[in-house]
């Protein structure tokens, strides 16, 4: 059974907090700050079925957070900080998969002595600079939008 | 200068004053473009939040805005929070499947001896990445 006390939404938007108040369940009243921050950024009337609501209610928080820290591209800057990850990390893995190719070629070879390994690329020196974990990005982005939890 | 009403206005049916903070962003030859942020957003939300950035960074603003937009309206649950998700799962793979090869090759580099006396079999076996990864930690 549902407190006495009318929601964060009913709050804010100054009305009565009804037994069915679609946003009581997703924006209790001791977290006024959740649907504030949603109603700055959305509007405050997309309908969605009932199932579904907690997901899209937790998704327009982390949304409207991200807009708040960052007003000039919100998510859009996570997206694009993420997907230069992704293409970094799958170059790095590339090279490795290809240097771990050349020594099972090499070591599976019967007779020639040990080579040193060959640059397959200009910018490997011969203590492949990938064993360090190269972080390096243009992006300066929260280190922590690649674990953040979103569900809260 | 804008020979008629902006997008805004004209869906929001109002006179377009010279100062619309909307003109700029949406141009009339792409109605659609406003119709998505008002539906997510509410036209009076998208007029706060632009004016206050200064003008140099609203460009971008109205584009990041009508592309969480589309994102929001093609999935309406998550948005582009999904994709945000995606990518996050997409990178741990990837640093999972990095850190094995890695783990391989300095395992493969410190013991070349003891993998040629061992099947040539094993090399392309999953359970040798494992192996040798457990060693290497």
Redesign the interface.
């Known amino acids: 059974m549902r407190s006495c006390s009318p929601c964060a939404a009913c709050k804010l938007l100054r009305r009565r907090c009804a037994e069915d108040c679609i946003f009581a369940p997703y924006f209790p009243s001791q977290d006024p700050h959740r649907f504030a921050i949603v109603h700055?950024?959305?509007?405050a009337s997309?309908e969605?079925p009932v199932d579904?609501r907690g997901?899209?209610a937790s998704?327009?928080v982390?949304?409207a957070n991200a807009?708040v820290r960052d007003?000039?591209?919100?998510?859009?800057?996570?997206?694009s900080y993420?997907?230069n990850?992704?293409s970094q990390?799958?170059m790095?893995?590339t090279v490795?998969?290809t240097?771990?190719l050349r020594?099972?070629m090499q070591?599976?070879s019967p007779s020639p002595p040990?080579l040193a390994p060959t640059n397959i690329f200009n910018n490997i020196d011969s203590q492949p600079e990938?064993?360090n974990f190269p972080s390096s990005t243009n992006v300066i982005q929260d280190p922590s939008l690649?674990?953040?939890s979103?569900w809260t | 200068m804008n020979p008629g009403r902006c997008a805004a206005c004209r869906y929001l049916r109002r006179r377009c004053p010279p100062d619309c903070i909307f003109s700029p962003y949406f141009p009339p030859n792409d109605p659609q473009r406003f119709v998505s942020i008002h539906r997510?957003?509410?036209a009076s939300?998208v007029a706060k939040?632009l004016q206050?950035?200064p003008s140099h960074?609203r460009t971008?603003?109205a584009d990041?805005?009508y592309?969480?937009a589309q994102y929001?309206i093609e999935d309406?649950?998550?948005?582009?929070?999904?994709?945000?998700?995606l990518?996050?799962q997409?990178?741990?793979e990837?640093?999972r499947?990095?850190a094995m090869?890695?783990a391989?090759?300095?395992f493969?580099?410190r013991h070349?001896q003891a993998?040629?006396s061992n099947s040539?079999n094993n090399?392309g076996n999953p359970s040798f990445s494992n192996q040798a990864s457990s060693w290497f930690m």
């Open positions: 700055k950024v959305f509007g997309n969605l579904q997901d899209a998704s327009m982390y949304e807009r007003p000039v591209y919100g998510c859009v800057g996570a997206i993420l997907q990850q992704v990390l799958q790095q893995l490795a998969q240097e771990l020594i099972k070591q599976d040990y990938y064993l690649k674990t953040e979103i | 997510i957003y509410g939300n939040l206050q950035l960074l971008q603003a990041s805005l592309l969480e929001r309406p649950v998550y948005g582009c929070v999904g994709l945000i998700s990518l996050q997409q990178i741990h990837v640093e499947q990095l090869t890695q391989e090759i300095a493969r580099a070349p993998l040629e040539l090399v």
